[in-house]
């Protein structure tokens, strides 16, 4: 089995977002059972709170319920659990890299990476553009999973 935790600022936008649409890509390919997938902050700003809104919008509008998600920050035992901790900014890279203490097992990767345009996610946060962050995770996600 494949353990994936994508990581963001808050756990309220982009992770949540990555973690409920790779979620219905494995199920749609029919290969849910290979994988665990779940998300979380690095910052303790958002924790407890439920999927913000416009994100949950988004999500809802492709099918995709996320309900009962609610915001956790990452830990370290999050890197001794997870194979792979993929997070959508350089900021979310170098706070889990705080978090754990660097990555001598090199897990951490952004999720962009992984396609030909590599970068970082569009963050709805501060741009209100959840399309652009919705096509960001969609190209990222599709490509780590021609990966696995």
Same mark, same amino acid.
């Given at each position: 089995?494949?353990? !994936?935790?994508? %990581?963001?600022? &808050? ?5 949540? $977002? ?11 390919? #029919? !290969?849910?059972?290979?994988?665990? !997938? +779940?998300?979380?902050? %690095?910052?303790?700003?958002?924790? &407890? =709170? ?10 809802? +509008?492709?099918? !995709?319920?996320?309900? &009962?998600?609610?915001?956790?920050? $990452?830990? %370290? *035992? ?11 900014? =350089?900021?979310? $890279?170098? =706070? $889990? ?5 660097? @990555?001598?097992?090199? *897990? ?7 396609? @030909?345009?590599? #970068?970082? %996610? +569009?963050?709805?946060?501060?741009? &209100? @553009? ?8 969609? +190209? #990222? ?8």
């Amino acid at each position: 089995m494949i353990k !994936i935790l994508f %990581v963001c600022h &808050g756990n309220i936008c982009r992770s949540p $977002m990555a973690e409920f649409m790779m979620k219905k890509m494995v199920a749609d390919a #029919g !290969i849910a059972d290979r994988f665990e !997938i +779940a998300s979380a902050a %690095v910052s303790s700003e958002e924790l &407890g =709170n439920p999927v913000y809104p416009p994100a949950k919008s988004i999500l809802n +509008a492709h099918g !995709i319920d996320c309900r &009962g998600k609610f915001a956790r920050q $990452m830990t %370290v *035992k999050d890197y001794e659990y997870y194979d792979m901790l993929i997070c959508m900014d =350089n900021s979310n $890279m170098r =706070n $889990m890299q705080r978090i754990c203490g660097g @990555d001598p097992e090199n *897990k951490m990767h952004r999720l962009l990476d992984f396609t @030909d345009r590599p #970068g970082e %996610v +569009a963050d709805p946060w501060y741009s &209100g @553009d959840f399309r652009q962050t919705w096509d960001d995770i969609e +190209a #990222g996600l599709q490509a780590l999973l021609a990966r696995q």
